[in-house]
């Protein structure tokens, strides 16, 4: 069993940055990929990017080159560094676990822990 919070949100002016954090419970967290997705208001849960147990990171193409996520296994963290912000990434963050040392691809479904999201809002 796998716990995630994140942390970090708020309120940023378009071409601001963030970062947001996730903590993870569990003594096998580095074998786990870590996924971040979003949410906008009427819209469905979408990728934003992943970092797998191997450290290869993957991204949604609406946010490559201005996202980075890393992780840091020691401390059981993973993180969404957000620049170059614009007023369409306004969307509630969610971080999310796929264990057994796969590739976990971009599916919702792929992932089988999920923490309870935190608000980033871009202004223009």
């Known amino acids: 069993q796998v716990q995630l919070v994140e942390s970090g949100g708020g309120l940023v002016q378009a071409g601001g940055s963030l970062r947001l954090s996730c903590a993870a419970s569990g003594r096998t967290f580095s074998s786990y990929a870590m996924g971040w997705f979003r949410q906008a208001p009427g819209k469905d849960r979408e990728f934003v990017g992943s970092?797998?147990?191997?450290?290869?990171?993957y991204y949604a193409d609406s946010v490559k080159g201005r996202f980075t996520i890393s992780r840091d296994n020691a401390k059981n963290m993973v993180y969404l560094q957000l620049n170059s912000l614009k007023p369409e990434d306004t969307a509630v963050y969610y971080c999310a676990a796929h264990g057994g040392r796969t590739f976990s691809g971009s599916a919702l479904s792929s992932y089988d822990y999920w923490g309870q999201g935190t608000q980033v809002t871009v202004s223009s």
């Open positions: 970092i797998q147990w191997t450290g290869s990171t």
